[in-house]
């Protein structure tokens, strides 16, 4: 552990000289508690910063980095705060950089098909701004309306598309970072493609702000997909639900956008909180949501006339097919409010989120049917079933302490990542590592985590950028 | 420079032992000589090795690269010698490590939608596998039908659908390695998503043998798209050609597959050398032979009857489309055998490889022309408009000798990589660095190229792997 050196008074004249006196927050207690934790379980996890900055350009942000590593002063960056593992939590105190500031679009250019914009933008706005060139950025973590594409990039996060068009990496073409040193240094840019030396850039997406500080990102961009069409197919298995997943994929000839896993206990939470109800709510042991996007009605209609047939012909209860955006929001307002209705029922609930190849899936269902019986506990499950990516949610029995709940549910949670490294799988699959997760990735990528370490060591050998995360 | 090990007769004895007679070549200098360059220049750029070894396992390299470790011996890997930047020479003698008996493609795993396959294996070996199966892998460069997998994974090796697909380091679910301490390490593996620490896998894509030797290497799979339709659309000029590839893209609403750029000069030979006649080959100035990929032919008519209307409106001399085989492989024969026909003219013609935005191209074509002019040299290009990925290829003059030529030639190629640079592009797109872009990758990734070199020397401090390549 670095022995981390104190923020004086000397230091915060400094960083008011530098950033203006509304981008410095500290001794309000209540004003920095904002800053002390994400949505990783709240009061769980959570620790105050000394000191809150927030930088409007990288140059500020170059120069507290300088003057935070000769100090040796722990930086925590921070997006939106929506991460799922910790880590944007200032476990040793120190500076939050909040990146709010820096919330602009600078580019969206339309001959390179390519958007340039700051770490702090809301993953949705750029979404609708690119929308009304007439492209499309396919980037869609769930958390799409809150988080920032800082942060999205920062945990290479996922979403619903990541089969169609792959994980917040895919569609990144360059990033201009601050490292642990001050540099600031852009990798990659508005090309295309680069086979000059070692792909840095995809080394920062997904450090979880361990490598630097992002402080422009340059987006791929492609020509905006017509129309879509979503279907809600009830299963009376788990099984069978997901043994449909790839086949599915094979006889629509066409990548889905989407393939969303919701099981029995989360349809009837999700309904009951949602106030709605769904086709086949107490039968269905599963359901499937998925989306496919086309040109126009027709090529959807010759899509899910194909995909419909197959399904009803391998269990499926039934197919209902949603055209219009009324009947499309009924169906995804159950998955995508799935932890607020949740948290509804218990504010308790921490959220899994461990991947595994496709086919394991019903192993890892099977596996979290077993802890659930054996802990005596309520696991409901939802996911991203064409990824292979499922986020088991233990709910707190009434008769636990919160205390001991903290303890029982990362222990379960634990074995279900353990069991999902074990079946060719990874601890987590779209939130990150944070500190939650740390110990998980030690025991199942041994060796790898040796190479991460030392690559960590060596970009940052005084360990100021976001030290506890990860590693 | 590390003082590297020699080969005794111990090792070599050691080495017979392990892998057998017949997998160790030395001495037979005729043997030897074939191991000794690629395709970056022939006789220019070659150096003889010391040993051949030909491993057919991954304990088996493990085992060498131990060796090697211990006693500083450099090992070169080789997969099917095809590069073009001169990465599988084995600058400083030592080990070729030749990858040919490693050409298994182990599993094509239509659940998980993954091929699992060797190094050795022939790239369209593997694309027409995995046809069979009813599914389709994506990555598709130019020398598709002789390149190793393993290679275009080295090289993140690009080609022609990389608008639609991404490059090779796309496809890549998963890498297995033996690292230059000869640890068997894998990356990744059939999971889709992964966000656990590091992205090594990635970092691995692309690092041209220099951090370990591939093993097995884990490829995504899609759906096989139904049929594809071809255009070939002369313009007048370079700019008018350029011009329109993004309203292309954007007026298509659908990604083309690929959007080629070839030049006057260069249709002029390649019709020779093909022996077949172009429309409007004397009055054009540059050609783009594009791709669509659908499920039917109604389908694909309405993108291509949108499109046509598109370049007509814009410039376009006329638009000849191939729907079927024999009318496709006319167009795309020209594209193809490209630096053959180049070659067959001017055995000595070197390829560029340079990437800018898309929206550069002209500028940089401009810059070619200069050069061109200011030289006395015909510079022909072709490349993949849609990246930015352009081939300029200068052909040397009767009077001028060919030591003179090589200097010449590279000193044109330089200029022309480092105005890409210039541009927000980089010196190469696809071929990698090898040993013939080092100066220029120092020059113009100066910071980033000092991160490289730090991974390099935390991961082979011995500097036993592919030495001299890179950096």
Redesign the interface.
């Known amino acids: 552990m670095t022995d981390f050196g104190k923020i004086t008074s000397g230091i915060i004249e400094e960083f008011k000289r530098l950033l203006g006196n509304s981008a410095v927050i500290y001794e309000d207690k209540q004003a920095l508690e904002n800053y002390s934790s994400d949505e990783a379980g709240g009061k769980y996890y959570s620790h105050m910063p000394d000191l809150v900055l927030k930088p409007n350009n990288s140059k500020q942000i170059s120069e507290i980095v300088k003057i935070a590593n000769k100090e040796r002063i722990p930086i925590t960056p921070r997006g939106a705060g929506s991460g799922l593992a910790g880590g944007s939590v200032p476990l040793y105190g120190g500076i939050v950089i909040c990146l709010e500031r820096m919330n602009r679009i600078l580019e969206i250019?339309?001959?390179?098909?390519?958007a340039v914009v700051e770490p702090g933008v809301v993953t949705n706005d750029l979404c609708r701004k690119v929308a009304d060139t007439?492209?499309y950025y396919a980037g869609y973590p769930m958390s799409v309306e809150t988080s920032f594409v800082g942060g999205n990039v920062a945990?290479?996060?996922?979403g619903s598309k990541?089969?169609k068009y792959?994980?917040t990496?895919?569609h990144v073409l360059g990033i201009e970072a601050v490292?642990p040193n001050g540099?600031i240094?852009q990798?990659g840019?508005?090309?295309?493609?680069?086979?000059?030396?070692?792909?840095?850039k995809?080394?920062l997406?997904?450090?979880e702000g361990t490598l630097g500080i992002f402080t422009k990102i340059f987006l791929n961009l492609?020509?905006?997909?017509?129309k879509n069409v979503d279907l809600l197919v009830p299963f009376r298995s788990v099984d069978e639900a997901i043994s449909n997943v790839?086949t599915l994929?094979?006889e629509?000839?066409?990548?889905p956008t989407a393939i969303e896993y919701i099981d029995h206990l989360s349809i009837i939470l999700g309904s009951k909180y949602n106030n709605i109800e769904l086709p086949f709510q107490e039968e269905a042991g599963a359901y499937l949501i998925i989306q496919y996007e086309g040109?126009d009605k027709k090529?959807l209609e010759?899509i899910y006339e194909r995909v419909g047939d197959a399904l009803l012909n391998s269990g499926a209860l039934d197919v209902f097919v949603a055209d219009n955006r009324t009947n499309s929001e009924k169906i995804w307002r159950v998955r995508r409010n799935w932890l607020e209705a949740l948290k509804f029922f218990d504010p308790y609930v921490p959220t899994g989120?461990v991947?595994?190849?496709?086919?394991k899936i019903p192993q890892i269902v099977r596996f979290v049917k077993e802890i659930s019986k054996e802990y005596n506990v309520d696991i409901p499950i939802a996911g991203?079933a064409?990824?292979?990516?499922l986020h088991p949610a233990p709910m707190k029995p009434q008769n636990i302490s919160i205390p001991e709940w903290k303890v029982i549910s990362e222990e379960i949670l634990s074995r279900i990542a353990i069991k999902a490294a074990e079946l060719?799988?990874?601890?987590?699959?779209?939130?990150?590592?944070g500190f939650i997760?740390k110990e998980l990735?030690r025991k199942?990528?041994n060796?790898?985590?040796k190479?991460?370490k030392?690559?960590?060591v060596?970009?940052d050998p005084n360990n100021i950028m976001n030290p506890g995360k990860?590693f």
């Not at 250019?109 to 390519?114: E, H, I, N, Q, R």
């Open positions: 250019d339309k001959t390179d098909l390519v007439g492209l945990t290479n996060a996922g990541v089969i792959g994980n990496g895919h490292l540099e240094i990798f840019g508005k090309r295309r493609k680069d086979s000059s030396g070692y792909d840095i995809h080394l997406v997904g450090s492609i020509p905006r997909p017509g790839s994929i094979i629509s000839k066409v990548l040109q090529e010759s989120d991947v595994i190849p496709t086919s991203h064409a990824d292979g990516n060719g799988g990874a601890v987590s699959g779209e939130h990150g590592i997760k990735l199942t990528k060796l790898q985590y190479i991460m030392s690559i960590k060596n970009i990860i």
